[in-house]
């Protein structure tokens, strides 16, 4: 619930920032005919708020990879959400859960859905606009005590990259 009203310049300063992040509180300042000390007074009261908040992530598109929805059921319990760097993440409906997983190979993804989720269809994303940027979990410090690559089916008969957060991951970007 929002706790706070945003006039036309609040407005304009979250547009400027969701456009170029990289924008300096001068630059912003300049644009919308403020000072330097308002812009960064309005920019503090939108992140107490919770109206403001950064995220870093990587453009999936540029970095060739490929998305997939997978439907599970509601009640179903899911625990590697948090630390599987192939989860995006998940979005809550009112009958279902649909998780986002990425990958370098479609076919990792298949095999994800399967082992993860036994699941058989997938839906592959196959554009968006404006491109993904989404936050990849890259912790080398986790360990994933879900996939056994070793024994895996899917890795042994090359269908999937192997899991990042172990020693048998073959893929490039994690």
């Given at each position: 619930?929002i706790?706070a009203?945003?006039?036309d310049?609040?407005?304009?300063?979250?547009d400027?920032?969701?456009?170029?992040?990289?924008?300096s509180?001068?630059?912003?300042?300049?644009?919308?005919?403020?000072?330097q000390p308002?812009?960064?007074a309005r920019?503090?009261k939108?992140?107490?708020?919770?109206?403001?908040?950064?995220?870093?992530?990587?453009?999936?598109?540029?970095?060739?990879l490929h998305v997939a929805?997978?439907?599970?059921?509601?009640e179903?319990e899911?625990?590697?959400?948090?630390?599987?760097p192939?989860?995006l993440?998940?979005?809550?409906?009112?009958?279902?859960?649909?998780?986002?997983?990425v990958?370098e190979?479609?076919?990792?993804?298949?095999?994800?859905?399967r082992?993860r989720?036994?699941?058989?269809?997938?839906?592959?994303?196959?554009?968006?606009?404006?491109?993904?940027i989404?936050?990849?979990?890259m912790?080398?410090?986790?360990v994933?005590k879900?996939c056994?690559?070793?024994?895996?089916?899917?890795?042994i008969?090359?269908?999937?990259?192997?899991?990042?957060?172990?020693?048998?991951y073959?893929?490039?970007?994690?």
């Amino acid at each position: 619930m929002i706790d706070a009203k945003l006039d036309d310049v609040d407005r304009r300063i979250i547009d400027l920032l969701q456009n170029n992040p990289n924008l300096s509180q001068n630059e912003i300042a300049e644009i919308v005919s403020l000072s330097q000390p308002s812009v960064s007074a309005r920019i503090k009261k939108l992140k107490k708020h919770g109206l403001l908040e950064y995220n870093v992530g990587v453009n999936i598109k540029k970095a060739g990879l490929h998305v997939a929805e997978i439907e599970i059921d509601k009640e179903k319990e899911i625990e590697c959400v948090k630390i599987c760097p192939y989860i995006l993440g998940m979005i809550e409906t009112e009958d279902a859960r649909r998780i986002y997983i990425v990958g370098e190979e479609f076919s990792s993804l298949e095999s994800i859905a399967r082992k993860r989720f036994n699941k058989k269809d997938i839906k592959p994303i196959l554009s968006a606009n404006p491109d993904f940027i989404m936050p990849l979990k890259m912790n080398s410090n986790a360990v994933c005590k879900f996939c056994e690559c070793e024994e895996c089916k899917y890795y042994i008969n090359g269908k999937c990259l192997g899991c990042p957060l172990s020693k048998y991951y073959k893929g490039k970007l994690w």
